[in-house]
């Protein structure tokens, strides 16, 4: 591949090492690529809101795209200046074929006006304060920019198809953990879409486009991406699709890569 026109990549497990950190190697690459006028886009499951410590570890101003595609957030403003919303009612649609599948399923919700809201029966994996859970019904109500679902006895892939079986194509499923979430966007929503209107948006074709990653929400950036890399610790289906595997997240595996470059 000659050198990238814009170099894309997931955070945690990608960049972000396994005790939060991003180590200086790949900081200082990162300057180096935008000191070369090369963009580089943060590509993550993240909501906005879990940002700050990134920038903070980074320095990094610009954009960043979140929550699978549907939020292009300015690092700088820390402003939403873009969005794809799931509707309420195809989010409602999708609560209820879920639950008709699953009926221990659980929901939660990120939005762009509220945050984080969740059903009684959804358990965080983080501590919440002044949080009253609310039917999903209620959460969904204007549209979200994400569905979340938990089931207590169905891990991240076996969830991930028993969820793929009972929705079909009325909206975008996938996960980026082994915790047992499922996330959910809006029909034709991902991280590739995402990316591919900022690369339009900076006149980069696809081919000139490298992306990193590790977990199946970045199946469909790696695929879209002219050279897709994965991480040595990246899902296994990641593994089988990438264009080339680097080292871990914790060998700074995203630097080893671009280096060859910047």
């Not at 006028?37 to 990094?60: D, K, L, Q, S, Y």
């Not at 059903?119 to 304060?129: F, I, T």
């Not at 204007?142 to 969830?159: F, I, N, T, W, Y």
């Not at 900022?198 to 081919?207: I, K």
């Amino acid at each position: 591949m000659d050198q990238p026109l814009l170099v894309a990549t997931d955070l945690d497990g990608t960049v972000v090492r396994s005790d939060g950190t991003i180590a200086q190697r790949t900081r200082d690459v990162i300057g180096r690529i935008e000191a070369a006028g090369v963009p580089f886009v943060m590509v993550t499951g993240r909501p906005p809101r879990w940002m700050a410590p990134i920038v903070e570890m980074t320095g990094h101003r610009g954009l960043a795209i979140c929550a699978n595609g549907a939020l292009v957030y300015d690092l700088h403003t820390e402003q939403v200046v873009d969005s794809n919303l799931l509707d309420e009612q195809a989010a409602g649609e999708v609560a209820a074929a879920l639950r008709d599948a699953l009926p221990d399923i659980a929901f939660a919700t990120e939005r762009t006006d509220h945050g984080f809201g969740h059903e009684h029966r959804y358990k965080p994996h983080w501590e919440l304060a002044d949080h009253t859970p609310m039917p999903v019904e209620e959460l969904v109500a204007g549209g979200v920019v994400k569905l979340l679902a938990r089931h207590p006895e169905l891990g991240s892939d076996d969830l991930l198809a028993a969820a793929r079986a009972a929705v079909g194509d009325r909206a975008t499923l996938t996960h980026s953990s082994n915790d047992g979430l499922l996330e959910v966007s809006a029909a034709g929503i991902s991280k590739a879409t995402g990316l591919a209107a900022l690369a339009h948006q900076h006149g980069v074709a696809a081919e000139r486009v490298i992306a990193f990653g590790d977990m199946p929400n970045d199946l469909p950036m790696l695929s879209w991406a002219g050279r897709g890399v994965a991480v040595a610790n990246a899902h296994p289906e990641v593994l089988e699709v990438a264009d080339e595997v680097t080292a871990s997240n914790d060998d700074d595996g995203v630097a080893q890569v671009l280096e060859r470059w910047f």
